[in-house]
């Protein structure tokens, strides 16, 4: 059979590998969990070009159904932190319920320009603004975070009265092209898929910014990269490396926006052919922070609080890794 790309990778970055790294690598594995979306791309490259084990690390990328699913198993102690995409709202709410669990690594900021979020429709569908979805079957990501996003980015257009139905985000493009759904708030490569199977158009991107942050350039930091501070204090020394590694997959992801993109295939619902067409968020380190996104960052939190989904305020800044 004819090895395929994953295939070329992992054996490229297998033979890269120094003895020492090695018999790192032997140690038990790093277990990281992530939601399928495009802002992944840190961990998938991080695995795949070898990053991870170059530093000595046997980093397994773990695929859950939901953001909600890691935040459990991060809480669980059956992995050791998430990957940037995974909802900030649901690692919040597992730091509400068991404080001290984990250090935001790196968060990943999107907007209308850093495109993530969006309300996609199916292709020949007369609607033609979010505003016209008065009445209508919503879907959205599972979990509470796009859930609540996806009502509050509808009332902003005055629309009260949709219906908003969870679904999980591969079923998105399915859903929409079936006629079961009106539209979608959901999260890239989605709207990419879509439109490229000829079955969907977006409607509008960047909406969480727009509407709950209240500026289409405002950054809307709705995944984060952690790990669990058990993590921190059992094995300092391997989390450490794991943050540097981490840092340097995120780093080539900047350099390497297209290439980087071939790395969608295999843990998202879009493959290597397509992958070329998929935006990108931005990715934001833990030592890059500015005031204003700590601001906008809280500011996110600040609307759950006050949506009393998060059942008390929730500082940002303390949840932030310092090396």
Excluded at 74 to 89: D, E, H, L, P, V
Excluded at 154 to 175: C, F
Excluded at 211 to 233: E, I, Q
Aim: charged share 20%; hydrophobic share 45%; with cysteine.
């Amino acid at each position: 059979m004819t090895p395929t790309r994953r295939d070329v990778l992992l054996a490229g970055a297998a033979l890269a590998a120094s003895a020492a790294s090695k018999v790192r690598a032997a140690e038990e594995p790093i277990k990281i969990g992530f939601w399928p979306v495009a802002s992944g791309l840190p961990l998938f490259v991080g695995v795949e070009r070898g990053i991870f084990r170059e530093a000595g690390l046997n980093v397994e990328a773990t695929k859950f159904a939901s953001a909600q699913q890691v935040a459990e198993a991060m809480t669980a102690g059956r992995i050791q932190g998430s990957a940037n995409g995974t909802a900030s709202a649901a690692l919040a709410l597992a730091e509400i319920a068991s404080p001290g669990l984990f250090k935001i690594i790196c968060a990943n900021p999107s907007n209308h320009k850093l495109v993530l979020d969006e309300f996609v429709v199916g292709k020949d569908s007369p609607i033609k603004k979010i505003g016209e979805l008065a009445g209508k079957t919503v879907g959205s990501g599972p979990g509470i975070q796009n859930v609540t996003l996806a009502k509050i980015v509808l009332e902003k257009n005055g629309v009260t009265n949709a219906k908003v139905i969870e679904l999980p985000i591969g079923q998105h493009v399915a859903a929409l092209a079936a006629g079961q759904l009106d539209a979608v708030y959901t999260l890239e490569p989605t709207g990419t898929a879509g439109r490229l199977k000829g079955l969907t158009r977006v409607l509008e991107t960047g909406v969480i910014a727009s509407y709950a942050l209240g500026h289409p350039d405002a950054p809307w930091f709705g995944g984060s990269a952690s790990v669990t501070t058990a993590f921190m204090k059992e094995k300092p020394e391997q989390m450490k490396r794991y943050v540097a590694a981490y840092a340097k997959a995120v780093d080539w992801v900047r350099k390497n926006p297209d290439e980087s993109r071939t790395h969608l295939d295999g843990f998202t619902a879009i493959d290597e052919a397509l992958a070329k067409e998929v935006p990108l968020s931005g990715f934001t380190l833990y030592n890059e922070f500015t005031a204003s996104d700590i601001d906008y960052f809280q500011k996110f939190f600040d609307v759950f609080a006050e949506r009393k989904i998060f059942p008390r305020t929730l500082a940002v800044k303390p949840l932030l890794y310092t090396a």
